[in-house]
């Protein structure tokens, strides 16, 4: 693998939607509390890519951290996934508004490469298209211009994977998807990284929502139990649970207590029948 590629994956992803003017504080407390990776996108209706910037200058001022020891990733999104408010040109072809919104990415973020740039979502949930291809491609050429160590893609299906596998294309680094424990824990997409990956693990598996969309199983009784007698909570068998199957999760949340229970997660010693139980709860 070339030297460029070869990156320490961390083990937990802050993420950074939804936080508005609360995003530099958060960031900044985020890597404050133990946080080495961090998730964005230059999407300004979700994200505030700028104020995620404005975080990491403070914890570099600060002597928390420096650029060397953070993970940073951040994503494309196309003109379908924005408000009015475009880090490019709309009328530029797709290749030209993947170099804009890198740029400005880059410019946002303060540093000249970032560790993982990911597609933010194909442009149709149908499969792999030729806009997708072309926008790939153009990620593919900032990678290799030296903007991004890796590339990824997000909310996509196993359909997507596997197009663009038959199309010849250079498979992503990283998978980001919402993670369903009624799907098996987007069980289809998992054994598609995880047979490609094997023992380099070539493409890992990013879970979101891991909290937000599997509120039932939070409240099951199987969580409780396993919860009680680790002296955790379910959140936090959750989290562990995904790191057990080899998943990145990602947290995103404002709490300074949750930032603390969901970094502690990964030291819970979880039995091999019990992420099995919680890995068939639901489907
Ligand atoms: N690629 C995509 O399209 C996409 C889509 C959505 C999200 N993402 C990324 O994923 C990140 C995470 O998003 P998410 O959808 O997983 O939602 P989230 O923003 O992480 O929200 C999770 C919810 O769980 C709560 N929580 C977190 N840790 C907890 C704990 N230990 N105990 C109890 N509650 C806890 C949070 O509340 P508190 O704040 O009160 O803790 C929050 O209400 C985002 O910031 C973004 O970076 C990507």
């Not at 070339?2 to 504080?25: C, M, N, S």
């Not at 985020?30 to 230059?42: L, M």
């Not at 494309?76 to 530029?92: I, K, M, N, S, W």
Request: aromatic share 8%; proline share 4%; net charge negative.
């Amino acid at each position: 693998m070339p030297a460029h590629q070869r990156v320490i994956v961390p083990d937990f992803l802050y993420g950074t939607a939804w936080k508005e003017d609360r995003t530099p504080a958060l960031t900044e407390l985020a890597i404050r509390t133990g946080f080495r990776a961090i998730d964005t996108a230059n999407q300004r209706r979700h994200y505030f890519e700028a104020g995620v910037g404005q975080g990491l200058a403070a914890a570099y001022r600060a002597g928390v951290v420096t650029r060397a020891e953070l993970f940073l990733q951040t994503k494309f999104t196309y003109v379908g996934g924005q408000d009015h408010r475009l880090p490019y040109d709309p009328e530029a072809d797709l290749s030209t508004q993947v170099a804009q919104s890198m740029g400005s990415s880059l410019e946002h973020l303060g540093t000249d490469q970032v560790d993982s740039y990911v597609l933010h979502g194909p442009a149709s949930g149908r499969g792999w298209s030729d806009a997708d291809a072309e926008v790939w491609a153009a990620m593919v050429k900032q990678r290799d211009a030296g903007r991004t160590r890796l590339l990824g893609v997000s909310n996509v299906s196993i359909r997507h994977l596997e197009q663009m596998a038959m199309d010849g294309a250079e498979l992503p680094r990283f998978v980001q998807n919402r993670c369903f424990a009624r799907l098996g824990w987007d069980r289809d997409v998992r054994a598609f990284c995880d047979a490609l990956g094997c023992a380099e693990r070539q493409i890992v598996y990013q879970g979101f929502s891991l909290l937000t969309a599997n509120v039932d199983v939070l409240r099951h009784r199987l969580l409780a139990g396993i919860a009680a007698r680790l002296g955790a909570t379910p959140a936090q068998v959750v989290f562990r649970f995904a790191r057990a199957v080899g998943m990145l999760p990602l947290t995103g949340t404002s709490d300074p207590e949750h930032m603390t229970q969901d970094l502690a997660s990964g030291e819970l010693a979880l039995s091999a029948d019990e992420v099995q139980a919680i890995e068939s709860l639901a489907g």
